[in-house]
């Protein structure tokens, strides 16, 4: 397996039966859909769904009905190849075995609708990775990579830190991190650090383009 992180919430995930690209949104360089054999998708927000990427690949697409709807209107020929999920639903995606998990995106402002949002488990040659989208909703099962959101106007450090701490990944790899500049960053990973190191989980951050 080969796990590289393409801007904000996009992580691609090449394998020996295809490419993974999960979240390319409007941080993420067209190029992370190259030779892409399936796109899952968590929610609808711009930073995490972008219609124009899905349109540079004729790759099957996975995700919830609230997005569906959306590329229904967005990217009609692609919703020809879009999958519905459900929350809690087991299915495979490149031979893959993949878990829906939760179904409602963290709440932004009480008096803002909350939107849904559907993370993955996804099972690759010997490791589980589970990408949560935009939420807190733990997996109910062992991790061994999280994709775990470090920056959010839906969350606190303090929140982020121990949703990584509840969620017990040996691998926590820092996403969704735009929000914050370089020093902001180097804030939350110091305090990830303090926290998960002493409990032996790693946080890493890795830089667009580079590889796990």
Same mark, same amino acid.
């Given at each position: 397996?080969?796990?590289?992180?393409?801007?904000?919430?996009? /992580?691609?995930?090449?394998?020996?039966?295809?490419?993974?690209?999960?979240?390319?949104? @409007? %941080?993420?360089?067209?190029?992370?859909?190259? &030779?892409?054999?399936?796109?899952?998708?968590?929610?609808?927000?711009?930073?995490? $769904?972008?219609?124009?990427?899905?349109?540079?690949?004729?790759?099957?697409?996975?995700?919830?009905?609230?997005?569906?709807?959306?590329?229904?209107?967005?990217?009609?020929?692609?919703?020809?190849?879009?999958?519905?999920?459900?929350?809690?639903?087991?299915?495979?995606?490149?031979?893959?075995?993949?878990?829906? /998990?939760?179904?409602?995106?963290?709440?932004?402002?009480?008096?803002?609708?909350?939107?849904?949002?559907? &993370? $993955?488990?996804?099972? @690759?040659?010997?490791? /589980?990775? $589970?990408?949560?989208?935009?939420? %807190?909703?733990?997996?109910?099962?062992?991790?061994?990579?999280?994709?775990?959101?470090?920056?959010?106007?839906?969350?606190?450090? $303090?929140?982020?830190?121990?949703?990584?701490?509840?969620?017990?990944?040996?691998?926590?790899?820092?996403?969704?991190?735009?929000?914050?500049?370089?020093?902001?960053?180097?804030?939350?990973?110091?305090?990830?650090?303090?926290?998960?190191?002493?409990?032996?989980?790693?946080?890493?951050?890795?830089?667009?383009?580079?590889?796990?």
């Amino acid at each position: 397996m080969r796990l590289t992180k393409l801007g904000h919430a996009c /992580v691609r995930i090449e394998h020996d039966n295809g490419v993974l690209v999960l979240d390319p949104g @409007v %941080f993420t360089d067209p190029a992370a859909m190259d &030779g892409a054999t399936a796109v899952l998708l968590t929610h609808e927000h711009p930073d995490h $769904y972008l219609p124009d990427h899905l349109k540079l690949t004729d790759a099957p697409v996975y995700t919830i009905s609230a997005v569906a709807d959306l590329i229904r209107k967005d990217a009609p020929a692609v919703a020809e190849r879009t999958t519905v999920v459900a929350p809690g639903e087991g299915f495979r995606v490149d031979g893959l075995p993949v878990t829906t /998990v939760g179904e409602q995106h963290a709440v932004l402002h009480p008096h803002w609708p909350v939107s849904h949002n559907s &993370g $993955y488990v996804i099972e @690759v040659d010997d490791s /589980v990775l $589970y990408h949560p989208g935009d939420a %807190f909703t733990p997996p109910g099962r062992d991790i061994d990579i999280l994709l775990a959101p470090t920056s959010a106007p839906w969350a606190r450090a $303090y929140e982020l830190i121990d949703f990584m701490q509840e969620v017990k990944a040996p691998v926590n790899i820092a996403i969704h991190d735009r929000i914050y500049s370089e020093a902001g960053a180097g804030i939350i990973d110091m305090q990830a650090g303090a926290f998960l190191t002493p409990e032996g989980q790693e946080f890493k951050r890795l830089k667009d383009g580079e590889d796990l």
